[in-house]
Antibody
Framework: QVHLQQSGPGLLRSSETLSLACTVS????????WSWVRQLPGKTLEWIGC???????NYNPSLNSRVTISADTAKNQFSLRLTSVTTADTAVYYC???????????WGQGTLVPVSS | DIQMTQSPSSLSASAGDRVTIACRAS??????LNWYQQKPGKAPNLLIH???SLQGGVPSRFSGSGSGTDFTLTISSLQPEDFATYYC?????????FGPGTKVDV
């Protein structure tokens, strides 16, 4: 059974950099894309981007200039970096497996990241 | 970006009811449409992929249909554990986008 465990600091201040990691157990990073999704307070879900084990990435253009997703196959882990955060980036951040590049079949537990001004 | 809309935004139902949720895409997405269930404080859970394929482990009372721009999620007989918010999501184009959600409550 695939399990995704998220880690990373919670509270941030405006202009700081958000860094989250997602460690995959019960499966390999190989042969799948891996995604980050966020949910703004009381809002729908927003797809941030994805990466495969070779490092190929796709990002949401709305965040493209501030987002970096990376993968570490030795640790079976992938990470999210979002620079210059503002209060508008306050959200619950999820990592997820992107199966066949089309659906999100396994999810992490979610990390609430409040950003203060 | 492809815009996803859902109707209704919320509905009240009782256990045993048949529930139908609609999802519409702003352009044709073939069958690149997935449905998720989310309960408060939890991550979304994949119910239906490719518009009509039931995800493993999901009860057969859930079904999906549609193609192109119009899709439907049906719960044939609502169970107490089905009270949640449901989201559709398109994976035809990047960026993937989600609908605004439909909250199903008592």
């Amino acid at each position: 059974q695939v399990h995704l465990q998220q880690s990373g600091p919670g509270l941030l201040r405006s202009s700081e950099t958000l860094s989250l990691a997602c460690t995959v157990s019960g499966g390999s990073l190989r042969n799948y894309y891996w995604s980050w999704v966020r949910q703004l307070p009381g809002k729908t879900l927003e797809w941030i981007g994805c990466i495969d084990y070779t490092g190929n990435t796709n990002y949401n253009p709305s965040l493209n200039s501030r987002v970096t997703i990376s993968a570490d196959t030795a640790k079976n882990q992938f990470s999210l970096r979002l620079t210059s955060v503002t209060t508008a980036d306050t959200a619950v951040y999820y990592c997820a497996r992107l199966r066949s590049g089309v659906d999100l079949d396994y999810w992490g537990q979610g990390t609430l990241v409040p950003v203060s001004s | 970006d492809i815009q996803m809309t859902q109707s209704p935004s919320s509905l009240s139902a009782s256990a045993g009811d048949r529930v139908t949720i609609a999802c519409r895409a702003s352009q044709s997405i073939a069958n690149y449409l997935n449905w998720y269930q989310q309960k408060p404080g939890k991550a979304p859970n994949l119910l239906i992929h490719a518009a009509s394929s039931l995800q493993g482990g999901v009860p057969s009372r859930f079904s999906g249909s549609g193609s192109g721009t119009d899709f439907t999620l049906t719960i044939s007989s609502l169970q107490p554990e089905d009270f949640a918010t449901y989201y559709c999501q398109q994976s035809h184009d990047i960026p993937f986008t989600f609908g605004p959600g439909t909250k199903v409550d008592v």
